[in-house]
């Protein structure tokens, strides 16, 4: 899924500006500017190497207005280990998703109730502004993503949180007819996201993923 969302910001996002657009931590930039995309860009993992791609499925259905609803959770805590990137590359992380063609309005009011709160960069914490987000549309698809990246300039070794709220509850469709698919469980692809944390290692409401990023040199 990541994947492809960066694929499509390569081919649609403007170029950076030469102006200052970051914050210069210790051996690492920090991108800060809201009305632009970095260049080149990447995503880190965000499912285990035991995980299949999608939401987490809580469990359960709720009753809201008289119909059903299957409950997700956005994602869970994860330690995502040891994770080779590339000095002079900016990379994104939680936050990012693709959605179904026409589905801008699905991804900004997903944004709008899931909230990227920080990047904690060895140690150092960046608050995520929540308005600092961007919705993109291509006949394929629409994503809609945290403008939130980190760059290494040189080789070594890195820690990065990334933690994230599920501030509203989000209620959308899955489009399963398109590909083919019925619902399993009867409900016409209807999904929620309920506010706060069902599923975690702590149920503090925070949503993690940790990385070791061992960063090797550019790549030419």
């Given at each position: 899924m990541v994947v492809c969302v960066a694929t499509i910001l390569l081919l649609t996002a403007p170029t950076a500006e030469t102006r200052p657009q970051w914050y210069e931590g210790d051996g690492y930039d920090w991108w800060n500017d809201c009305s632009d995309v970095p260049d080149p860009l990447e995503y880190l993992p965000i499912y285990l190497g035991s995980e299949s791609p999608g939401f987490v499925d809580v469990g359960r259905s709720i009753l809201r207005g008289g119909?059903?609803?299957?409950?997700?959770?956005?994602?869970?805590?994860?330690?995502?280990?040891?994770?080779?990137?590339?000095?002079?590359?900016?990379?994104?992380?939680?936050?990012a998703d693709e959605w179904a063609p026409g589905g801008d309005d699905d991804a900004r009011r997903h944004l709008e109730a899931f909230r990227v709160v920080s990047w904690e960069i060895d140690g150092n914490?960046?608050?995520?502004?929540?308005?600092?987000?961007?919705?993109?549309?291509?006949?394929?698809?629409?994503?809609?993503?945290?403008?939130?990246?980190?760059?290494?300039?040189?080789?070594?070794?890195?820690?990065?949180?990334?933690?994230?709220?599920q501030t509203n509850e989000f209620?959308?469709?899955?489009?399963?007819?398109?590909?083919?698919?019925?619902?399993?469980?009867?409900?016409?692809?209807?999904?929620?996201?309920?506010?706060?944390?069902?599923?975690?290692?702590?149920?503090?409401?925070?949503?993690?993923?940790?990385?070791?990023?061992?960063?090797?040199?550019?790549?030419r």
């Open positions: 119909v059903r609803w299957r409950v997700l959770q956005y994602t869970r805590d994860k330690d995502l280990g040891p994770t080779r990137i590339s000095a002079g590359r900016w990379y994104g992380g939680m936050g914490r960046h608050a995520v502004d929540p308005s600092c987000t961007v919705v993109l549309n291509t006949d394929e698809h629409a994503i809609g993503f945290y403008n939130a990246w980190v760059r290494f300039n040189e080789p070594g070794l890195h820690t990065l949180k990334v933690t994230g709220r209620y959308f469709v899955v489009p399963l007819d398109r590909s083919g698919l019925g619902d399993p469980f009867g409900l016409e692809g209807r999904r929620v996201f309920l506010r706060g944390e069902s599923v975690g290692d702590t149920f503090d409401e925070e949503l993690t993923h940790t990385y070791e990023l061992h960063v090797g040199r550019e790549d």
